[in-house]
């Protein structure tokens, strides 16, 4: 086993499932023996705001956040909260994004634009980016809510520490029995475009 | 042993359930609530949501009085409001076991001061624990209780925003039911604190705190963890999982307890290394006692006294280097906004029409402050509104006639604002008070209080009518009116600003949240193309579903004169509240359903 913490960081917007997403992950990582801590905020961020949701695991974790350019993966639930977080990743991280847009208030009043770019920014910077249409494959697997569950998809082709059948059992868990067989097909979705 | 993964707040409640606590009684707060949730569903457990934190102390000390082992739970901030029993229940001592959680806010995340409630140990002469992540939390918590029974004292448990809010691995064990030690006990020297006792236990509380500084001394928890002795580092809570992230091979002095102090510990620490380090958030606390004793170390010469750590902060702190890191691509703020539907937007949008001065409370409300609704003007802590609204109200006289308001929500109403609402009656105030009232604690995730007629355990109870309320308080104009009908609200708004002597005004109007079961017959509206003049009236409501487009070739809409732009609607957040409907002067907006 590793000595060295991997590092997650899971961004996007409130309502997009992303802190049950890195409960998932967390409960992956544990079944596959390793330490795991995660950490996020709640509270004010819920109503629409940024959210993100650092996850790390390894042998042993002390902090449950990363430092800035520590960051192995992030994850984007949105197109341009990608931008807001690069920083956190290392040199030579990985980036998934969601190209889904959900426009802040101050482009919704005219104020300002959306950057029609942020990809382009993205792989200007880093060699290993994954470009997903999540709503469109959550769409596909039969529930427009399972967005988060095919970014999981995607992320879990690059976390060798785990087989897909231990992503499974614990998504299993994770739905209500109604919404498993919907999240089982998104997750496979998901993991086929990695 | 079964392992699971759990939030500090959680572990927390686990903890207490597994030692036996049997009581807690909290107010919601941001990072704290979900104690008193998770705790308020084991079995065999009392915990109720009293109307603000001095009285969920006071209700701890009354159990821990009966013999219970008891929690009184609240944010930093709320610690504010419990400080008057707290100085002096430790006088008089807890009987049972009583144990204060305070869930302090680095950072702010969630709050309106940053505040280092380690200070209050030392103020109210308490001890007080924190713990570093999950698994500690629980730990700690049955240790808490039990200095509290060892030493008749109540006890501090200090956690931090990451501390509440990570989930860590968490093993977990079996309850241990003590014996029933309930009890009436009379001891007036003890626990009527009139000048003549109070001085004995005065003397008791120093005896009690030199018995602590000498306990502190061999608590396994204050560990000593010697490596690499060039540098050593003093920490506790969240900030020594930071450091060990980035310093592994350092000597640490880990404090389980953070006052009081093991002083000769401190000594000896210092005396195996060669330099001294103290890390710490917010403020100084433990760098200055230890300066005191004379120990040369540092601390906030290199970290910084705002804001809560991480393991980078730390790394530069120490290593003395900034990391040059170019600054992320500046990209559009996404602030917090009120959702799609919230009944405040009615409120605030017809509040901006009357061009009043808004002094304006703690809750999902106060989001209002920023453009485009900009719907309140200040904002200091929980109940304020009222009585800054009747203050400036007297200080202005005629020339503030008819311009000050005062907002205050449902949950913050019962929590501090009654006597400063009886207050207004008494004194002849001249200002409108509105009860936000969206019949929940909704910026803390849906809590109940006194007026929503259910409790924390979801017993059907007494419901608060706020309007009978404000009558009997002496307020004779109350009127009620709901928020999302644009017209009625700027109507009576009007009316109530133009009379004399002080009015309520309840605006109910239920969360969106606690609107499930409308919610799933949506007929959202949407927007004419052809028909909107992009006159933005509706953007001056700041709803999430509606945004501006740029018109490509400066069309012409079928009503007439040349745009800029248009208003769409997403129809994925639209929840039909109507407002949009109600400001269009063009007629562009439509429903499936028709207005609702």
Known sequence: MKDSVTSLLLAGVGGQGILLASDIICKVMMKAGLDVKKSEVHGMAQRGGCVTSHVRYGRKVYSPIAKEGDVNVLISFEKLETLRYLNFLTAGGRVIINEEEILPPSVNLGETAYPVDAVDIVRSQFKDVLVVNAPALARKAGNIRAVSTVMLGALSKYLLEASPDDWKSVIGKEFSEKLVPANLKAFDLGRETA | ?596
């Open chain 2, 1 to 596: 042993m079964h392992k699971q993964l759990m939030s500090g707040n959680e572990a927390i409640a686990r903890g207490a359930f597994e030692h036996g606590v049997t009581f807690a009684a909290g107010y919601p707060g941001t990072p704290s609530t979900e104690i008193m949730e998770a705790f308020s569903r084991y079995k065999g457990v009392y915990a109720e949501w009293s109307p603000n934190e001095k009285v969920a102390l006071e209700v701890a000390i009354g159990a821990a009085l009966a013999g219970l082992k008891a929690m009184a739970v609240m944010k930093h901030v709320g610690v504010n409001v419990a400080a008057d029993p707290l100085f002096t229940v430790s006088y008089t001592g807890t009987n049972g076991a009583l144990v204060i959680i305070t869930a302090d806010d680095p950072s702010l995340h969630s709050s309106q001061n940053e505040q280092d409630n380690r200070n209050y140990a030392k103020f109210a002469k308490i001890p007080m624990l924190e713990p570093s992540d999950s698994q500690e939390a629980k730990t700690f918590i049955k240790i808490a209780m039990d200095i509290s029974e060892k030493f008749d004292s109540p006890v501090f448990l200090r956690t931090t925003t990451r501390v509440s809010h990570s989930k860590s691995v968490v093993g977990l064990e079996e309850p241990t039911n003590g014996e029933d030690r309930r009890v009436i006990k009379f001891d007036p020297a003890k626990y009527v604190m009139v000048p003549a006792h109070a001085r004995v236990r005065r003397v008791a509380v120093e005896k009690r705190m030199e018995q602590l500084n000498e306990w502190a001394e061999t608590f396994p928890e204050n560990r000593m963890e010697i490596q690499n002795t060039a540098i050593g580092i003093i920490t506790a809570g969240m900030s020594y999982n930071y450091a060990k992230d980035v310093f592994p091979g350092y000597s640490y002095l880990k404090l389980g307890m953070v006052h009081p102090l093991p002083e000769k510990m401190i000594r000896t620490f210092a005396s195996k290394v060669k330099e001294l380090y103290v890390v710490e958030e917010l403020d100084p606390f433990i760098e200055e006692q230890v300066r005191a004793m004379g120990i040369p170390v540092t601390g906030k010469k290199v970290f910084p006294y705002t804001s809560e750590f991480d393991p980078g902060v730390v790394e530069e702190g120490i290593k003395a280097h900034k990391r040059g890191r170019k600054p992320p691509p500046a990209v559009p703020s996404r602030p917090p906004n009120l959702c799609p539907g919230c009944p405040h937007r009615g409120l605030f949008y017809a509040l901006g029409e009357t061009k009043a001065f808004v002094t304006g409370d703690i809750g999902c409300y106060t989001l209002s402050f920023m453009k485009p609704l900009q719907g309140l003007h200040t904002c200091i802590c929980m109940g304020a509104s009222i009585g800054m609204a009747h203050g400036m109200s007297k200080a202005l006289g005629e020339k503030g006639k008819g311009k000050i308001v005062g907002v205050i929500g449902d949950s913050t109403f019962v929590h501090s604002g009654i006597t400063p609402l009886l207050n207004m009656a008494y004194n002849k105030s001249d200002a409108v008070i509105i009860i936000a009232d969206n019949r929940t604690t909704a910026m803390t995730g849906m809590q109940d209080h006194p007026a929503t007629g259910t409790t924390l355990q979801g017993e059907k109870t007494k419901e608060l009518d706020f309007a009978a309320l404000a009558k009997v308080l002496g307020i004779e104009s109350v009127r009620v009116i709901h928020p999302l009908n644009i017209k009625e609200t700027t109507a009576v708004l009007k009316e109530e600003l133009g009379k004399e002597g002080p009015s309520v005004i309840v605006s109910r109007g239920p969360c969106i949240f606690l609107q499930r079961e409308r919610l799933k017959s949506i007929k959202p509206f949407t927007v004419d193309t052809d028909v909107c003049t992009g006159c933005q009236l509706c953007l001056g409501l700041g709803c999430p579903a509606i945004s501006w487009k740029k018109e490509e070739a400066g069309l012409v809409p079928r009503t007439g004169k040349k745009r800029k732009g248009f208003a769409s609607i997403d129809e994925a957040l639209c929840v039909q509240c109507s407002l949009c409907f109600q400001v269009c002067r063009a007629d562009a907006i439509k429903s499936a359903g028709g207005p609702s």
